[in-house]
């Protein structure tokens, strides 16, 4: 019998792909009436996001580096010390399951719930598959997908395609820009999204090719990520950038084109919002997993697939000003990103988990 207020560890560490929807899921497990606590590594973006809103447990824990050696020893003893913790916080917390979003911290997560006999419920995201979703996945209760397209890469795992959860603001279409200095109405905005992770070079090109978007009328948002040397070589008054942005959600809604990578928080907030795109993805990302999370929108006719190494500032130049003298097609490609949105996600996790730790199986 479960108890009525089940005690759930959510494991989910590192970058905003894996961290925000183990956010958005875990507040929509509370509000269903879980006890939630975390899982996460001393260092990483986690220590700042989670601690004003769950109780955070650590584990020391670092990813294989694909070589063997020295290192790859020490992650190996890493990586039972920390199966070892987290299965001691798990019979001392008397959790009801796991549920992870991938990453190295879903190893040890999933191996000690499995241990304890307690379901291991795992989110991928990607439409490839990440190495330790495809080696554990078969371990795990279910696997809920993002994207329909990973299935074939995941053997005999038992999977679900529920979407990818993105937090509230994203599900709320009137929200203010809170840019300084305002973008005026009616004119066309330009959202680049470069992330931190490898945003450089997209960033040089963006930048080549923005005077021609400037002249034409059009004004650019640009997040260049805070490791960009060359950020502030591009002034205009119509040229606004930020290392990073808090109001993403409100600028994806008010943004005419999105030049961005492919990762599939992104993607999933570039559906919700009904945001058209021009996808670039980073070419050095694990198992090339951009390139199949944005083959997935281009097919739909959401967004328009660029390959970075064959991507001259010109071409880039010429795309952009040519989808944005096609209102058309700018509409077309919206309405196709609003086609493979789900909305409700958090909401598709939150009953899959449910199901999951009342069956105490699958």
């Known amino acids: 019998m479960v108890h009525p207020c089940p005690r759930l560890l959510v494991a989910a560490s590192g970058t ?32 700042t996001l989670v601690p004003p809103h769950f109780h955070r447990h650590t584990v020391t824990m670092t990813g294989f580096q694909g070589r063997w050696g020295y290192g790859t020893l020490r992650t190996l003893v890493q990586f039972a010390k920390a199966t070892l913790t987290t299965r001691r916080i798990l019979q001392q917390g008397k959790f009801a399951a796991i549920f992870t979003t991938g990453g190295y911290i879903a190893a040890p997560a999933i191996l000690a719930a499995r241990s304890l006999g307690l379901p291991a419920i795992l989110h991928e995201a990607n439409a490839m598959p990440g190495k330790v979703t ?4 078969p371990w795990c209760s ?85 490791q960009d040397p060359d950020r502030a070589t591009l002034a205009h008054p119509h040229y606004i950038h930020r290392p990073f942005l808090t109001t993403m959600a409100a600028l994806l809604y008010r943004a005419d084109l999105v030049i961005s990578r492919a990762g599939a928080g992104t993607l999933t907030e570039l559906a919700v919002t009904q945001t058209p795109s021009l996808l670039i993805p980073y070419p050095f990302a694990a198992d090339d997993h951009q390139t199949f999370n944005a083959r997935v929108f281009s097919r739909a006719g959401a967004a328009l697939l660029l390959d970075q190494g064959e991507l001259s500032p010109q071409a880039l130049e010429a795309q952009v000003l040519t989808l944005l003298d096609a209102p058309p097609e700018l509409a077309r490609m919206a309405a196709a990103a609003a086609d493979l949105a789900v909305k409700d996600s958090a909401d598709r996790l939150t009953e899959l988990v449910r199901r999951v730790v009342e069956a105490n199986s699958w």
Request: avoid cysteine.
């Open 16 to 47: 905003g792909g894996h961290l925000f929807p183990a956010m958005a899921t875990a507040e929509a497990l509370q509000q269903a009436g879980y006890q939630i606590e975390w899982l996460g590594v001393p260092d990483r973006l986690e220590t």
């Open 142 to 226: 279910v696997v809920a997908l993002g994207f329909a397209e990973a299935q074939p890469y995941l053997g005999k795992a038992r999977t679900r395609v529920v979407g990818t959860p993105v937090r509230p603001e994203f599900l709320t279409p009137t929200l203010p820009l809170l840019e300084d200095p305002p973008i005026p109405e009616g004119v066309p905005l330009i959202l680049v999204v470069g992330g931190s992770q490898g945003a450089v070079a997209l960033n040089q090109r963006v930048r080549q090719a923005a005077p021609a978007w400037l002249q034409s009328g059009a004004w650019i948002v640009h997040q260049t990520g805070n």
């Open 134 to 137: 495809r080696w554990l996945g």
